[in-house]
């Protein structure tokens, strides 16, 4: 009787060995059982929409994920929208966001929304991209002196565009305001996009418009970049100098990562991140950051992104503190 008894024992550990292992297969084996929601905090047109839909196609193109990916532009209240709807998407391991540097201002300024980003699944940073000073082409401006004697000139006549109110764009612009002791006219538009072709029409005198937002109009001659806002100067841009060659300490990037929502599965987060870092890899990926003068230098996922935001918090608070919340958001 011992001895079956024994025996019974070892059959169930066994067993229970057995199970575990193949739940443990499983959850390494783990992938999108349908479409993934690909969030866009931006409108359409703008750098955030444009990356997402190239990691669209080379994922499709490279059968790198067994559903596909569906791009959605959220781009109200200045991200509010997007981020909300990732609130409520907690648990869900079907959907993940590209963000911008909205995800760390629209929670600080619009403090209704109950928003806490360090909640989210933190995936993979696939760039961190670039800001340039870009003027029609036909405004008789060649450099940031000039600019900035003009700009002056024109007061609060001096129409600069930018995407949303409290974002990047503004907060750059405020920025600027301080250091050259003007005040300019901001007027916020839905997507990058969206502002690069009211540049073009003349709608507006301004913009500091990410590379690729600007990319198309600035091949056909129709817009000129005056200066970077880099650390040092993209390949890509080699002719045209930072503002702290010019003697101005203004540097300022926009971060472009992937996140989930709260209480993503490990699995699924795990799934995720190998799929970015193999597309952030890619040559097309690679090809894409260096034509465009985007940094995409270094992989930065999960932990060490999780630190990274936590860190862009502290810093935007300070940006927004330093200017002044009235100054980014224009009340």
């Not at 109110?165 to 538009?189: K, N, W």
């Amino acid at each position: 009787m011992k001895r079956l008894l024994r025996n019974m024992m070892v059959g169930a550990a066994a067993l229970t060995i057995g199970a575990a292992g193949a739940v443990t297969a499983a959850q390494a084996e783990w992938a999108p059982k349908k479409p993934v929601e690909f969030i866009i905090m931006a409108g359409k047109g703008g750098g955030a929409d444009q990356m997402a839909r190239l990691m669209q196609g080379i994922i499709q193109k490279n059968d790198l994920s067994p559903r596909p990916f569906i791009p959605i532009n959220k781009p109200g209240g200045s991200g509010a929208e997007a981020l909300q709807y990732m609130k409520s998407k907690a648990g869900d391991d079907h959907t993940v966001m590209v963000t911008l540097n909205s995800f760390y201002t629209t929670p600080i300024i619009q403090d209704g929304l109950d928003i806490d980003i360090t909640t989210f699944t933190p995936i993979g940073r696939m760039a961190l991209d670039t800001f340039l000073l870009w003027v029609h082409s036909d405004s008789g401006i060649g450099s940031l002196e000039d600019y900035v004697a003009k700009v002056k000139a024109a007061g609060r006549d001096w129409k600069v565009g930018g995407t949303g109110s409290g974002q990047e764009d503004s907060i750059l612009t405020a920025m600027m305001e301080a250091e050259f002791g003007y005040e300019v006219t901001y007027i916020p538009f839905p997507g990058g996009g969206t502002v690069a072709k009211n540049l073009v029409g003349k709608h507006i005198d301004s913009t500091v418009n990410n590379p690729s937002e600007q990319s198309e109009f600035f091949r056909a001659g129709n817009t000129v970049p005056l200066v970077q806002f880099n650390d040092e100067r993209a390949e890509a841009f080699k002719d045209i100098p930072t503002a702290k060659e010019l003697g101005h300490d203004i540097v300022y990037y926009m971060q472009r990562s992937v996140n989930g929502p709260p209480g993503m599965s490990d699995e699924a987060a795990a799934w995720y991140r190998n799929l970015f870092e193999t597309l952030f890899k890619s040559e097309e990926w690679q090809t894409f950051c260096t034509d465009d003068g985007i940094d995409c230098k270094d992989w930065v996922a999960g932990d060490d992104l999780a630190a990274f935001h936590q860190a862009q918090l502290k810093r935007h608070r300070e940006l927004i503190e330093s200017v002044g919340a009235d100054a980014i958001t224009g009340e």
